[in-house]
Nanobody
Framework: QVQLVESGGGLVQPGGSLRLSCVAS????????MAWYRQRPGKQRELVAA???????DYVDSVKGRFTISRDNAKNTVYLQMNSLKSEDTAVYYCHAAVRATSDANHRPYWGLGARVTVSS
């Protein structure tokens, strides 16, 4: 069994910062890409940022220069540092990882349950 658990969500004022964390645990053999998605009210889930095992990153245009994704491979953890938050960043943020479990021959997608981020004054 593999689990992804997010933490760090909450309520923050516009212009503020939050840091999300996601820890992958269980019978893990290896992890490829890790990413953060979000689902804003009334919108479809969208990719926010992704990071490869080697540290290459990619961001949706709306968060470039404000959000930073990073990972600690030794801890099976991915982070999302969110600065200069705007009301339109309000969403449930989901962690995603391509994980190969010890009982598996392939990497498969796993999701966390989500962390709610509310940006409001």
């Amino acid at each position: 069994q593999v689990q992804l658990v997010e933490s760090g969500g909450g309520l923050v004022q516009p212009g503020g910062s939050l840091r999300l964390s996601c820890v992958a645990s269980g019978s893990i053999f290896s992890i490829n890409s890790m990413a953060w998605y979000r689902q804003r009210p009334g919108k479809q889930r969208e990719l926010v940022a992704a990071v490869t095992t080697g540290g290459s990153t990619d961001y949706v245009d709306s968060v470039k220069g404000r959000f930073t994704i990073s990972r600690d491979n030794a801890k099976n953890t991915v982070y999302l540092q969110m600065n200069s938050l705007k009301s339109e960043d309000t969403a449930v943020y989901y962690c995603h990882a391509a994980v190969r479990a010890t009982s598996d021959a392939n990497h498969r997608p796993y999701w966390g349950l989500g962390a709610r981020v509310t940006v409001s004054s």
